[in-house]
């Protein structure tokens, strides 16, 4: 089965300086997704980034990047110029094809990101 | 805004009783997620629709039960509630078929129900 981890439960970062949020997943499979979400403290979750398994291009969108190291099974996510809306609960998750022919998701624990101004 | 609706927002009960969750997925998503998020918790997974059929289940308990209808609107109900199921339940939704199109594919999540048992 597949699983997600996050072995930080809480980070913090001074604002305009960037962090890296760790992510390690167990999968057989050869071609899935990767997500990290974001959780403000109004609890929406939000889209912050997606990975395609089978693009060796690392995705990036506007100050959120990500490094995926897909031999090493990892998908860290770095934050550069960090801002103070930047603090809330971060999620990565994993999409999986199940036998039904269908996709489940799995979500890591979560990091807490904390901003200091 | 995700596209995604639920209802009710806010929801306080006693315990003992039985609840209706709702939610409406985006335009032609076809499966529904639901999740328990517990005070600063992750998320758990409690079961998943894929176009009227319940394709799979997580962590839910056996007074929990959910469907998805023919418009593809989703219910959860809660029943003989317990203190410990005051909890934020998420429902999303993904445009998830099958076969192997390369898609986005994430999930959308609602704004949440927030359940207070007292």
């Known amino acids: 089965a597949q699983t997600v981890t996050q072995s930080q439960p809480e980070m913090s970062v001074q604002e305009a300086e960037t962090v890296t949020l760790s992510c390690t997943y167990d999968?057989?499979?050869?071609?899935?997704?990767l997500f990290w979400y974001k959780q403000p403290p109004s609890r929406q979750m939000i889209l912050v980034i997606r990975q395609e398994a089978y693009k060796q291009q690392n995705a990036t969108e506007n100050r959120f990047s990500v490094n995926f190291q897909k031999a090493a099974k990892s998908f860290s996510l770095k934050i550069s110029d960090s801002q103070l809306g930047d603090a809330a609960m971060y999620f990565c998750a994993y999409r999986s094809y199940t036998t039904s022919g269908t996709y489940k998701y799995i979500f890591g624990t979560g990091t807490r990101l904390k901003v200091l101004a | 805004d995700s596209g995604v609706t639920q209802t009710p927002k806010h929801l306080i009960t006693a315990t003992g009783q039985r609840v209706t969750l709702r939610c409406s997925p985006r335009s032609g998503d076809l499966s529904v997620y639901w999740y328990q998020q517990s005070l600063d918790q992750g998320l758990q997974f409690l079961i998943q629709?894929?176009?009227?059929?319940?394709?799979a289940k997580g962590n839910i308990l056996e007074r929990f039960s959910a469907q998805q209808f023919p418009d593809l609107h989703s219910e959860l109900n809660l029943s003989s509630l317990e203190l410990g199921d005051s909890a934020l339940y998420f429902c999303a939704s993904s445009d998830s078929g099958t076969g192997s199109e390369r898609v986005g594919n994430e999930q959308f999540f609602g704004p949440g129900t927030r359940l207070t048992v007292l």
């Open positions: 629709y894929y176009n009227g059929e319940e394709r």
């Open positions: 999968t057989s499979e050869s071609d899935y997704y």
